[in-house]
């Protein structure tokens, strides 16, 4: 099971549609979703919705829900010190599609999901990710801004060095579409913002060119 979450599975491809339940106050999170997404809420807590598409030959469905239970009730009771570290919200085939398969985890916050899904994200001010060790200066490329202003370089930001340090900032090194809390200030020139304000990684080379999304509080 693990290996779905590093993305690894042999004769997964993403695809597939999923109903979504909630939304994120900067990006609007449509009724369904075509793509593996993250939705980071205000409070630090993030909602994967991973959709994949799997061999029934091979697989199945009450099999993979089984193994996600287990897997997620063990690493529950080795974190017991961090309540709901991960919630297993839901996992079935798409009746659109049956050779698809939907599973959705709730995480307590980006650490959970980093921990457990293998995969680095970071949702926190600036200056907290400068304590996380992320060097938001040395991580800097080019950062615009999505209101189609000039591109700019990030030593080089409107806001001042205050200003800035208590900002959230999302850091990430795969390739998913991400509906932020709140609205976006910059993003690094490696992604592209959808029409309803979603932030695509999944073109770009997420895993070598790590993400930035500045947002604007």
């Known amino acids: 099971m693990r290996a779905l ?4 599975w ?5 695809a597939g549609l999923i109903l979504l339940s909630g939304c994120g106050n900067g990006a609007k999170v449509p009724d369904t979703i075509t793509e593996s997404s993250l939705v980071i809420d ?22 993979l829900s089984l193994m996600a239970q287990k897997e997620v009730q063990a690493y529950n009771q080795k974190h017991a010190d961090k309540p709901n570290a991960v919630t297993l919200l839901n996992i079935g085939a798409v009746e659109e599609q049956r050779d698809s398969v939907i599973v959705s985890y709730r995480f307590r916050d980006s650490e959970c999901y980093t921990d457990f899904m293998d995969q680095k994200l970071y949702y926190g001010t600036v200056a907290g990710a400068a304590q996380n060790s992320y060097d938001f200066v040395q991580m800097n490329r080019v ?7 000039s591109s700019i370089v990030s030593g080089k930001l409107t806001d001042s060095a205050e200003k800035l340090s208590v900002k959230h900032v999302i850091l990430l090194e795969e390739p998913i579409c991400v509906y932020c809390p709140y609205k976006v200030k910059y993003v690094s020139d490696n992604v592209s913002i959808k029409e309803d304000g979603s932030v695509d990684t999944t ?3 997420a895993d070598k060119y790590p993400v930035v999304i500045v947002l604007d509080r």
């Open 5 to 8: 979450h590093n993305r690894k």
């Open 10 to 14: 042999t004769g997964l491809f993403l």
């Open 42 to 63: 205000a409070d630090g807590s993030v909602t994967a919705h991973i959709v994949d598409v799997f061999d029934r030959e091979y697989y199945s469905v009450d099999d």
């Open 143 to 149: 950062l615009y801004a999505p209101s189609g202003e």
């Open 203 to 205: 073109a770009v080379y």
